[in-house]
């Protein structure tokens, strides 16, 4: 039985949220506090093609140990980079180890970040 490594890298999770006091509520970015390790995963060129004529541009296919609370609400930061979350599968490896799925694409715009007082370098 191996256990999964997850050495490629590190994602910084944030939530999406949105200030209703402002007349125009705009999305912005707040730090969960979260600072995950992943492993890439291969994204296949049929995916990729078919995920492309809905115009969805993929920039990341990850694996993670399973975290439940991750959804579509939350941006992804890898490398100073957003990310947008696409779609989560929870998974059972063949070793019996709980992952989650991520698949990450291209953000529809850039949201500010508030409230990066948690965040440490």
């Known amino acids: 039985m191996a256990m999964p490594e997850y050495t490629d890298g590190v994602l910084e999770l944030y939530e999406i949220t ?9 999305e912005r970015l707040k730090y969960t506090g979260l600072r995950i390790w992943y492993r890439e995963l291969a994204v296949y060129d049929t995916t990729r093609a078919k995920l492309s004529a809905d115009s969805v541009e993929v920039t990341y296919k990850l694996a993670i140990p399973q975290y439940k609370k991750i959804n579509s ?24 180890f709980k992952e989650s799925e991520l698949t990450l694409k291209t953000p529809a715009y850039e949201r500010e970040v508030i409230d990066d007082t948690e965040r440490t370098e």
Do not use: F, M, R, V
């Not at 949105?18 to 705009?26: F, G, L």
């Not at 939350?74 to 019996?96: F, R, S, V």
């Open 18 to 26: 949105n200030d209703e006091s402002e007349d125009y509520p705009e």
């Open 73 to 96: 609400k939350c941006i992804c930061l890898i490398d100073g980079e957003q990310h947008e979350i696409y779609n989560i599968a929870h998974t059972t490896t063949k070793d019996g």
